[in-house]
């Protein structure tokens, strides 16, 4: 009974401070680190945190920060430097998010060694440099979502594929999607002609994740053939969500794959688009 009246105060106490933050912001500097996770959840949960007041909840324990839709930029990634400990960080955004570039990723990359897990979902301006930097220089990386992340290629497929050895799921699904005009090619929208291939697939499934990835999103990435998903099936025994719908180039040949080297019961999910 105390201790859900306590916990219950305390919550009411931190949904206070919340609410008049900046009046605050020294005393809440000089918080235990209990009190600023507690604080931090709530701001994520609200999707209030900002470069501006993420430097006063900050500390160097800190495990999981979950920003998504929240207003940050590469200024505030820079401050992470001091959360060596984090393990997962979430910078999805529902919208499109321009303000998180490579120059932040690459800061994280060399102050946060314990990532297992990224979630970068519609974060436009990551480019490969980015995720080239975060797996190289976080090998423990298990769960990494670039859904929507136009810049990402093959380099950064090869990246992960060639130095994260326990990672298990990987989404680069949309990263270069249909064009959403139909008549207007995205590929000429953008300077870039380039995009996952088979080739970035195979170099992510043929490397030391082979034996622990089970899921990979590669849904509507456009250049995409049977060989992609042929290869996730040879090299990847342990697969058991395979989303490729929405990939124009990919065939039946695909579903006859899957009935040939895949067990009856190993898939959970698998989506693909009969053309
Ligand atoms: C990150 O946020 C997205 C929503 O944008 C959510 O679907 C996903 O589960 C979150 N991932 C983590 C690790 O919190
Ligand atoms: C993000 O990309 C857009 C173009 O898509 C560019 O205009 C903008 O300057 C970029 N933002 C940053 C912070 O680099
Ligand atoms: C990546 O994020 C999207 C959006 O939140 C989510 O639907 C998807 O399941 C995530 N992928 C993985 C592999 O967790
Ligand atoms: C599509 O993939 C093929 C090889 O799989 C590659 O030669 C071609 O350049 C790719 N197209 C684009 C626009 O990247």
Known sequence: ?????????????????????????????????????????????????????????????????????????????????????????????????????????????????????????????????????????????????????????????HALGKNCKILHSVDFSATKDKPLIPGINLVNLCCTASMVSDAGVIGLVNGVCSHNLKEIHMDRCVNLTDEAVESVLIFCPHIFILLFHGCPLITDRSREALQQLVGPNQMKQVTWTVY
Not at 29 to 34: A, G, K, S, V
Not at 55 to 70: A, E, M, S
Not at 104 to 118: R, T, Y
Request: hydrophobic share 35%; with cysteine; aromatic share 2%.
């Open 1 to 157: 009974m105390d201790e859900a009246f306590g916990s219950s105060l305390l919550d009411l106490c931190v949904c206070c401070l919340v609410k008049s933050l900046s009046r605050y912001s020294t005393d809440v500097q000089t918080l235990p680190p209990n009190l600023k996770d507690k604080l931090i959840k709530m701001m994520s949960l609200q999707g209030i945190i900002t470069d501006e007041n993420m430097r006063q909840v900050l500390h160097p324990g800190l495990q999981k920060l979950d920003l998504r839709d929240c207003d940050i930029t590469d200024h505030g990634l820079i401050m992470l430097q001091i959360c060596t400990q984090l393990r997962e960080i979430n910078l999805s955004s529902s919208d499109y998010k321009l303000s998180i570039t490579s120059e932040g990723l690459k800061v994280i990359a060399s102050s946060c060694p314990h990532l297992s897990e990224v979630c970068l979902r519609r974060c436009r301006n990551v480019s490969d440099e980015g995720i080239v930097a975060l797996a190289q220089q976080c090998r423990l990386l298990q769960i990494v979502n670039v859904s929507g992340c136009l810049g990402i290629t093959d380099s950064s497929l």
